[in-house]
């Protein structure tokens, strides 16, 4: 089974930085886009930013300009630098990887992120 280990979360101050790291292992077969979410305490999961397989990158508006997703498919690795950390951004940030099949689809159990004012 495809196990997803986060690292990098941890305590910053605002306007900050951090890098997260998303490593799969297991028997990965054909994942297509890379990504990661995030939640809050009593909020929905939202999505932070995903790669596809060529590259394509989409970002939710609270972040773009501020983090970098990234992806190393040799090493089925993906990363999210952040930049500019607000208190808004505290949140446990979860990994997802996804492939064509519906049944293609993980998760991380997630690393939190915390930033002071």
């Known amino acids: 089974q495809v196990q997803l280990d986060e690292s990098g979360g941890g305590l910053v101050q605002a306007g900050g930085s951090l890098r997260l790291s998303c490593a799969a292992s297991?028997?990965?077969?054909?994942?297509?886009?890379m990504g990661w979410y995030r939640q809050a305490p009593g909020k929905e999961r939202e999505l932070v930013a995903a790669i596809t397989s060529g590259g394509i990158t989409n970002y939710g508006d609270s972040v773009k300009g501020r983090f970098t997703i990234s992806r190393d498919n040799a090493k089925n690795t993906v990363y999210l630098e952040m930049n500019s950390l607000k208190p808004e951004d505290t949140a446990v940030y979860y990994c997802?990887?996804?492939?064509?099949?519906?049944?293609?689809?993980?998760w991380g159990k997630g690393t939190l992120v915390t930033v002071s004012s």
């Open positions: 297991g028997s990965i077969f054909r994942i297509n886009a």
């Open positions: 997802n990887m996804k492939g064509a099949l519906a049944v293609i689809n993980y």
